[in-house]
Structure formats: structure tokens, C-alpha cells
């Protein structure tokens, strides 16, 4: 991992600077660059306008690591709302939760009745829920809970990160499943022990897993391919090619604000794309975390100082 992802991750979970630095404006300005706004309706709107150009969305509340219970059900009342603003929009937008904001640090218990109410009410709305990937600490617990909450509802879907040597594996155990999965990189600072530590291993693990994941787009498996690399994006649409599906058997996962040229361009040739927008006050750590992927955003953050 280069110095500057490295640093960028550590400040990401530094607990000082998660509190100190979102207060000064220059680094508030840069922000949204990748955010519409931090109220849900600066995500709709976000969300019309995209749609507009027929890309659908992905809609998520920033937010980990809550440690009360109250907490934890006021998120999942909040996605609840956010449903049902979703259903009256017409928008054909998905929500996207990270566990540790549904109580998964501190009751197990309570986070799956929290994410099981959110995926039933998706499901009477005719909608689906994305699980993220947190940690890898937490890749045991996410799993174990999708897969309970995937056996009886199908609108449910998770992500799997690419710099995970495990995930192969974790992806075999998942296909009996015909699971939702969205696959990723993968974002965080990660232990050479249990992840792979050069970026080109990385990219070939996600092709080699990407690849897996085309091959059953046709049985029952919803894929989703969440990257930015327009090398890989050509790969997979290739090897989907090759395999006989049609542009819209899969679908490209991006972020909002990121490679915006490449989603018109997919979305011209005709593949399906979805674009995931944040919005919500705890932005700091996500924020950094989307630095470090391309260290270069800092001198943008620099330019907004002076
Ligand atoms: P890579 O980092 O190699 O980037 C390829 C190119 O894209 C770069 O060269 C650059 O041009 C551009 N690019 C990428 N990131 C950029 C940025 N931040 N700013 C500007 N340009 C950038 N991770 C995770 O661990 N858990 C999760 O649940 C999710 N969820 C998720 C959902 C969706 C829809 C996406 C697109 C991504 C995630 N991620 C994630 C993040 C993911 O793990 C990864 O960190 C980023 O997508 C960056 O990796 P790329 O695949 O884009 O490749």
C-alpha cells in the first residue's frame, strides 16, 4: 500500500481528526465534489437529475460505527422514511446500509431486527437492500447476517472486497444462495496477513472473481460491479460478451462525482448503471477513505484553501 493511502486511511479512523478537521470550510468545499449535499433531499434531487440520463441510483446515509440503541433504530426508522420518499419519487433507487450503524458493534441481535424491518419494508415497496463491507473485522458477522436475513427475502444484496484473500471462498459459500453482490476493491487499511497488499494482485483477484460472478448473471445471481477502472470495466464487459450475456444481464456500480464521463459512456453503449449518493452530516471518514483512493484529490482539497 503506497505512504499517502496509508496516511490518508490513518486519518480516516483517527478519532481526534474525525472531530476537528470537517469544521474548517475549505475541506467542507471539497467535499462536494463526491456530495450533493448532506440533507436527503439534496440526494433526491441528485438522484432526479441522474435519472434523467436513465441512471438509476443507490442511496446511503453516511454513518458508522454507532454504539447506542437508539441510535441504531433511529437509522433504520430514517432508511425506513428515505423507503417510502423513494416509492412517491418514482426513482428507481436502491438504499445502501453499513451494519455498524444498525447496532451490529454492540447487539448482534438488534442489528439483524433492524436490517430485517428495512428488508421487508424494501420488499412490500418492491425495492432491495445493499449491505457494504465494513472492516475486516466485521466480514464474519456481515455475512453471517445477510446470509440469514438472504434466506427468506431475495431483495437483499451484499459487498464483497477484491483485496481480501478469503473472499473467493466467501464468494463460493454465497452462490448457493443466488445472493445479490456487489463487488468492490475494497477500502480500508488492511493487514498484508489477510489482504493483498499490491494493486495489480488486487485488480486480478477482482477480474478472476468478477469473472465468477458473470458466469452466474444468468442463474439467479445479481451482479453488481463496482469499480471506477475503466481497464477493468472494458475486461468485464468482454468477458460478458464472451460468456453471451446481454448489456443488461449485470450492472456498473460508481460512485457519485467519480468518472461521471465513463457512466454517460456506459450508459450510451448501453449497459445498465447505477450510481451510489451519499449525503448526511458524518462525512469525514468516508470522505478520507475516498481521498486515499486517489491521493492526487488531495491537492483538489489544497486548491480550496487558497
Ligand atoms: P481504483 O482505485 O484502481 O481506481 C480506478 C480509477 O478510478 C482511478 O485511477 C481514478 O481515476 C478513479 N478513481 C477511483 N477512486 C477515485 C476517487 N476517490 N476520486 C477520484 N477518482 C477516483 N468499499 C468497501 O470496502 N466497502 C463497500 O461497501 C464499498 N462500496 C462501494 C460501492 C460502490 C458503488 C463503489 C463504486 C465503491 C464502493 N467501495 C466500497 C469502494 C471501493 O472499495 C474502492 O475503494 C473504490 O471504488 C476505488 O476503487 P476502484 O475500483 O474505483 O479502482
Known sequence: MGLARSALLWV????KLRQSL??????????????PGEQPEDAFRAAAELSTRSINTILTHLGENIAD?????????HYKGILDQVKKSNLDSYISVKLTQLGLDFNQELCHQNLLALVEQ????????WIDMEQSSYVDRT???????RKDHPN????????????????DDLLPLSPAIRLVKGAYAEPASIAYPKKTDVDANYFALARVLLGKAQHGVKVGIATHDRSLIQSVCREAETLGLSRKDYEFQLLYGIQTDEQFRLVADGYLVRVLIS????WFPWYVRRLAERPANVWFVLRNLV
Open 22 to 35: 470537517p469544521r474548517y470550510k475549505f475541506i467542507r468545499r471539497a467535499v462536494s465534489r463526491f456530495m
Open 69 to 77: 440503541e437508539n441510535e441504531a433504530r433511529s437509522v433504520e426508522e
Open 143 to 149: 455475512l453471517a447476517l445477510y446470509k440469514r436475513v
Open 279 to 282: 449525503y448526511g452530516t458524518y
Open 122 to 129: 424494501a420488499q412490500s415497496l418492491n425495492n432491495m437492500i
Open 12 to 15: 480516516s479512523e483517527n478519532r
Open 156 to 171: 437483499v444484496g451484499v459487498c464483497l472486497q477484491a483485496y481480501l484473500y478469503r473472499t473467493k471462498k466467501d464468494l
